[in-house]
T-cell receptor, first 110, second 112 residues
């Protein structure tokens, strides 16, 4: 089955700087890669996603890149703000299942 | 207008006392999922229904069962909860052209 690895597990950046989170996946049949943001006690919220026929996607301060050959994808957050502090999960969809990475706790320093 | 509704939001149950969590959806999605999320961990897939077809993950304990009586409802039954089953349980749906999930708000289960 699919296995998704994510790093780093914790990340602290200065407000205004960029943050990058990286993930790898194992199943070459995976075709959809969402990123979720989860605040304490709340459900995961989809922030951006990318399908396997696209190499890059951007939405305001958030971008995702996908390298199918290497089976890795990354989340980039620019001009970080205090409200970006949360746990971020990458995920990969294979068949009808989405498998999550282990999560990155992002802290934004004022 | 909530589209995936989980009840209850919080549940406390005694060790060994059966408990049922419910999920309903108004999206008419054909796939429904149950995830377990323990503190500071990623959501872990327990099982999912593709229409009426039940798909169990290999490492889901036998203590966990699920029912889907119709398209709109799905239940998670924990037959004999242990202290290690304390977690957030998330229901999600997907269907049609939607590749991603729509999550419910979750049920936070505490076993005492």
């Amino acid at each position: 089955g699919e296995n998704v690895e994510q790093h780093p597990s914790t990340l602290s950046v200065q407000e205004g700087d960029s943050a990058v989170i990286k993930c790898t996946y194992s199943d070459s049949a995976s075709n959809y890669f969402p990123w979720y943001k989860q605040e304490l006690g709340k459900r995961p919220q989809l922030i951006i996603d990318i399908r396997s026929n696209v190499g890059e996607k951007k939405d305001q301060r958030i971008a995702v890149t996908l390298n199918k050959t290497a089976k890795h994808f990354s989340l980039h957050i620019t001009e970080t703000q205090p409200e970006d502090s949360a746990v971020y999960f990458c995920a990969a969809r294979s068949a009808s299942k989405i498998i999550f990475g282990s999560g990155t706790r992002l802290s934004i320093r004022p | 207008d909530a589209m995936v509704i989980q009840n209850p939001r919080y549940q406390v149950t005694q060790f060994g006392k059966p408990v049922t969590l419910s999920c309903s959806q108004t999206l008419n999605h054909n796939v429904m999922y149950w995830y377990q999320q323990k503190s500071s961990q990623a959501p872990k897939l327990l099982f999912h229904y593709y229409d009426k077809d039940f798909n169990n993950e290999a490492d889901t304990p036998d203590n966990f069962q699920s029912r889907r009586p119709n398209t709109s409802f799905c239940f998670l039954d924990i037959r004999s909860p242990g202290l290690g089953d304390t977690a957030m349980y998330l229901c999600a749906t997907s269907g049609g052209q939607v590749y991603g999930y729509t999550f419910g708000s979750g049920t936070r289960l505490t076993v005492v």
